[in-house]
């Protein structure tokens, strides 16, 4: 490794599928110990960026470190420090947990204590239980627990809450939180913005295959340069006005035909859009106000939303 603290080292690497680039010559670094996120609507091409880095795609062009090894030319080496989870982890539904998790130590020169592993994933009651019979989240739980049987430095992790109910979601955080503690250094994918917000201490967003923003969530949410959104529709269709003219607004955003205006003064903002509504006799639909997230980060920069809906 570096002397510096940087345990990824990502230099411009891109990624083809024909003629497509998924992946258009990102750069990043991860530092030691933190939680990295990489936060994207689907397709910005944040799987395909994990399987270059855990040795699963070449890339077209660039280069990659981990842990001070080459992607390319010291994958074996990369392969002992990393642990992976990918999206599509398919399990010997037979086997036990404990079986399972036996089998993979296996396939180490060393490994950590099984009974330990399989209670920091919170499955101890369930060490001889089929998988078969796990739900969601204990099989996500499993997942990570076979990452780590080889005691790596960095875990990977790909949208591991995509599909869990609220509760389980919430354990896994805590998990993951628990990891960190213990100083692995994880990158996790998630297009859920609370998410990254909650567990990552930098986030890079992002888009079409780039890098749009690299930062802390409260970093991010700063560069808005104010703290409330305000959204809404109106009711007649096409109507075509002048919303800089509103009091208070520091930036707008607008999708089809909802709009969001930024500002740090709520009253101030609201009461001069309702007055203009009614001046110009147009109906307000589905208005809302809230503290500015990560998604209006990510609104603002690209003009559309994380996620439909
Ligand atoms: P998701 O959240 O849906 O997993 P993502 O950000 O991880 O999205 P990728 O899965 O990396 O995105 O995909 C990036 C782009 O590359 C998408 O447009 C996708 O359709 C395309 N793509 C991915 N894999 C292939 C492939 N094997 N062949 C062709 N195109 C692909």
Same mark, same amino acid.
């Given at each position: 490794?570096?002397?510096?603290?940087?345990?990824?080292?990502?230099?411009?690497?891109? =990624?083809?599928?024909?003629?497509?680039? %998924?992946?258009?010559?990102?750069?990043?670094?991860?530092? #030691?110990?933190?939680?990295?996120?990489?936060?994207?609507?689907?397709?910005?091409? =944040?799987?395909?960026?994990?399987?270059?880095?855990?040795?699963?795609?070449?890339?077209?062009?660039?280069?990659?470190?981990?842990?001070?090894?080459?992607?390319?030319? +010291? &994958?074996?080496?990369? =392969?002992?420090?990393?642990?992976?989870?990918?999206? *599509?982890?398919?399990?010997?539904?037979?086997?036990?947990?404990?079986?399972?998790?036996?089998?993979?130590? $296996?396939?180490?020169?060393?490994?950590?204590?099984?009974?330990?592993?399989?209670?920091? @994933?919170?499955?101890?009651?369930?060490?001889?239980?089929?998988? #078969?019979?796990?739900?969601?989240?204990? =099989?996500? !739980?499993?997942?990570?627990?076979?990452?780590?049987?080889?005691?790596?430095?960095?875990?990977?992790?790909?949208?591991?809450?995509?599909?869990?109910?609220?509760?389980?979601?919430?354990?896994?955080?805590?998990?993951?939180? &628990?990891?960190?503690?213990?100083? #692995?250094?994880?990158?996790?994918?998630?297009?859920?913005?609370?998410?990254?917000?909650?567990?990552?201490?930098?986030? %890079?967003? @992002?888009?079409?295959?780039? &890098?749009?923003?690299?930062?802390?969530?409260?970093?991010?949410?700063?560069?808005?340069? $104010?703290?409330?959104?305000?959204?809404?529709?109106?009711?007649?269709? $096409?109507?075509?006005?002048?919303?800089? *003219?509103?009091?208070?607004?520091?930036?707008?955003?607008?999708?089809?035909?909802?709009?969001?205006?930024?500002?740090?003064?709520? +009253?101030?903002?609201?009461?001069?859009?309702?007055? @203009?509504?009614?001046?110009?006799?147009?109906?307000?639909?589905?208005?809302?106000? !809230?503290? %500015?997230?990560?998604?209006?980060?990510?609104?603002?920069?690209?003009?559309? !939303? &994380?996620?439909?809906?």
């Amino acid at each position: 490794m570096s002397s510096h603290d940087e345990i990824i080292q990502v230099k411009n690497l891109v =990624k083809k599928y024909g003629d497509f680039t %998924a992946v258009k010559g990102i750069e990043f670094e991860v530092h #030691k110990g933190e939680v990295f996120g990489l936060l994207g609507p689907n397709g910005a091409g =944040k799987t395909t960026t994990l399987e270059m880095l855990v040795g699963l795609r070449k890339p077209d062009q660039g280069t990659a470190r981990i842990g001070g090894f080459d992607i390319k030319s +010291q &994958l074996n080496k990369v =392969k002992e420090v990393i642990g992976v989870q990918l999206q *599509s982890t398919t399990l010997f539904e037979l086997l036990t947990v404990e079986e399972i998790l036996h089998l993979y130590a $296996s396939f180490y020169p060393k490994h950590v204590s099984i009974p330990d592993i399989i209670e920091d @994933m919170l499955l101890t009651d369930k060490t001889k239980s089929r998988i #078969k019979g796990l739900s969601g989240g204990q =099989k996500q !739980r499993l997942a990570i627990a076979l990452a780590l049987v080889h005691d790596p430095w960095v875990i990977f992790l790909d949208e591991p809450t995509t599909g869990l109910d609220p509760q389980a979601r919430r354990t896994l955080w805590d998990i993951i939180l &628990l990891l960190k503690e213990k100083g #692995k250094t994880i990158v996790l994918t998630t297009h859920y913005m609370d998410e990254a917000h909650v567990l990552c201490d930098r986030i %890079a967003i @992002m888009d079409q295959g780039q &890098l749009i923003a690299l930062d802390t969530p409260s970093q991010l949410v700063k560069t808005l340069q $104010s703290n409330s959104a305000v959204e809404f529709r109106f009711e007649n269709d $096409s109507v075509d006005v002048d919303l800089t *003219s509103i009091e208070g607004v520091k930036q707008i955003g607008n999708q089809n035909d909802v709009y969001v205006l930024y500002t740090d003064d709520l +009253q101030i903002t609201l009461t001069s859009l309702i007055e @203009m509504a009614s001046e110009r006799q147009l109906k307000l639909k589905d208005l809302q106000t !809230r503290t %500015a997230t990560l998604e209006d980060v990510f609104i603002h920069m690209t003009g559309r !939303r &994380l996620r439909e809906g």
